[in-house]
């Protein structure tokens, strides 16, 4: 009885299910080694640890099986009160059960603390999907990453790994759980690098007005390695939402950064106006004018000349994560290519309408 309560306690499990996982194991052992036939109940004592197997047989007018079954005059001889029909449990305990059946006992008790373990598992990390883990790199198989928990160990994928990052066995780092699943070899927990919330819940952990509300992540664009934008919002005026994010002398995006192996990250202001949105969200680039068309999620920037390419980004990745973070398609055109169209670059906002055609908006 003592080993069961530190058994329990050393496992996390409740000592009533190692009492079950006893009554179940006793059961087969005498099933195993005395009758497999034998229909028996066992009787675990939860204070002594002193148990009882019962058979349970059907009473019958004549015996055919022995071992299932049991004469009305016999069961007459225990209560009168038995009939044709119905059973009764016939005390059956062994003087001692053995070594072959201590065996079979221990197998039955230690599968049942196995998935008495895995159901704990699997009901602490089911609940816990988009919450960033912490974990030591275990080992590296087929491509794929096993990441030890501690109770656990949490598998890497390729596609959830970023592009350009190297494992190495002992590494330290931090993962966003994007699935558990409970399968027959335990629960499996799924984890990601490259998903956009692992940033989100990176800016969560690093920053104190996040924490608190005072600073709100409206928003999150990122390819995995290489560079990211993250759009915050502050609704007390008095708060700087961005520098908040950025840190003194930027030591909380740099604790990020350092966090991803070295992945840009520009943390720009959210405005509910998208135009002013927009032109945020293409920084460091400095915009002229932004035009919409806001019934199909369009917009036109202009930029000045020398300011193009850091606009475009290389291989167009500055105005693509842009449109990731904004949710607008986004065309940008120099100032000199916005004369060919024939508007007044002075405007803050143009009205799409009177200069937009079809092919304006083409992928080109």
Same mark, same amino acid.
């Given at each position: 009885?003592?080993?069961?309560?530190?058994?329990?306690?050393?496992?996390?499990?409740?000592?009533?299910?190692?009492?079950?996982?006893?009554?179940?194991?006793?059961?087969?052992a005498?099933?195993?080694?005395?009758?497999?036939?034998?229909?028996?109940?066992v009787?675990l004592?939860?204070?002594?640890?002193?148990?009882? @197997? #019962?058979?349970?047989?059907?009473?019958? /007018?004549?015996?055919?099986? +022995?071992?299932? =079954? $049991? !004469?009305?005059?016999?069961?007459?001889?225990?209560?009168?009160?038995?009939?044709?029909?119905?059973?009764?449990?016939?005390?059956?305990?062994?003087?001692?059960?053995?070594?072959?059946?201590?065996?079979?006992?221990?197998?039955?008790?230690?599968?049942?603390?196995r998935?008495?373990?895995?159901?704990?598992?699997?009901?602490?990390?089911?609940?816990?999907?988009?919450?960033?883990?912490?974990?030591?790199?275990?080992r590296?198989?087929?491509?794929? @990453? #096993?990441?030890?928990?501690g109770?656990? /160990?949490?598998?890497?994928? +390729?596609?959830? =790994? $970023? !592009?350009?990052?190297?494992?190495?066995?002992?590494?330290?780092?931090?993962?966003?759980?994007?699935?558990?699943?409970?399968?027959?070899?335990?629960?499996?927990?799924?984890?990601?690098?490259?998903?956009?919330?692992?940033?989100?819940?990176?800016?969560?952990?690093?920053?104190?007005?996040?924490?608190?509300?005072?600073?709100?992540?409206?928003?999150?664009?990122?390819?995995?390695g290489?560079?990211?934008?993250?759009?915050?919002?502050?609704?007390?005026?008095?708060i700087?939402?961005?520098?908040?994010?950025?840190?003194?002398?930027?030591?909380?995006?740099?604790?990020?950064?350092?966090?991803?192996?070295?992945?840009?990250?520009?943390?720009?202001?959210?405005?509910?106006?998208?135009?002013?949105?927009?032109?945020?969200?293409?920084?460091?680039?400095?915009?002229?004018?932004?035009?919409?068309n806001?019934?199909?999620?369009?917009?036109?920037?202009?930029?000045?000349?020398?300011?193009?390419?850091?606009?475009?980004?290389?291989?167009?990745?500055?105005?693509?994560?842009?449109?990731?973070?904004?949710?607008?398609?986004?065309?940008?055109?120099?100032?000199?290519?916005?004369?060919?169209?024939?508007?007044?670059d002075?405007?803050?906002?143009?009205?799409?309408?009177e200069?937009?055609?079809?092919?304006?908006?083409?992928?080109?």
């Amino acid at each position: 009885m003592e080993a069961i309560e530190v058994l329990g306690k050393e496992k996390g499990i409740s000592s009533e299910i190692l009492f079950d996982a006893i009554d179940k194991a006793l059961s087969s052992a005498y099933k195993k080694n005395y009758n497999n036939e034998a229909n028996c109940r066992v009787s675990l004592d939860r204070n002594t640890g002193e148990y009882h @197997v #019962y058979a349970i047989k059907e009473v019958v /007018e004549e015996v055919t099986n +022995p071992v299932t =079954q $049991i !004469s009305l005059g016999m069961a007459h001889k225990i209560s009168e009160d038995y009939a044709v029909g119905d059973t009764l449990e016939e005390e059956v305990t062994p003087a001692n059960f053995g070594r072959i059946a201590a065996q079979n006992a221990k197998q039955v008790v230690v599968q049942a603390i196995r998935e008495a373990e895995r159901g704990i598992i699997f009901n602490e990390y089911v609940n816990r999907a988009n919450d960033i883990i912490t974990g030591v790199v275990q080992r590296v198989e087929n491509k794929n @990453v #096993y990441i030890n928990l501690g109770k656990t /160990e949490a598998i890497l994928g +390729p596609g959830e =790994q $970023i !592009s350009n990052e190297k494992y190495a066995v002992g590494d330290r780092i931090k993962a966003l759980i994007v699935e558990v699943k409970n399968t027959t070899k335990g629960p499996q927990v799924m984890i990601s690098r490259t998903h956009p919330g692992l940033l989100k819940r990176l800016f969560e952990l690093e920053v104190p007005e996040i924490q608190n509300g005072d600073v709100e992540i409206k928003s999150v664009a990122r390819e995995p390695g290489m560079r990211s934008k993250i759009a915050v919002y502050a609704e007390d005026e008095n708060i700087d939402a961005v520098g908040s994010c950025v840190g003194p002398r930027g030591t909380r995006v740099q604790t990020i950064v350092d966090e991803l192996r070295n992945e840009k990250i520009d943390i720009v202001k959210w405005s509910s106006d998208p135009v002013q949105f927009i032109a945020n969200a293409l920084s460091p680039a400095r915009v002229v004018s932004v035009a919409i068309n806001e019934s199909e999620k369009l917009s036109r920037v202009v930029v000045p000349d020398y300011q193009l390419s850091l606009a475009i980004g290389k291989e167009g990745q500055n105005a693509r994560l842009a449109a990731k973070l904004t949710s607008w398609k986004i065309d940008i055109k120099s100032e000199s290519q916005a004369e060919e169209f024939g508007f007044d670059d002075a405007e803050e906002t143009i009205d799409i309408a009177e200069f937009a055609s079809e092919d304006f908006y083409s992928e080109e």
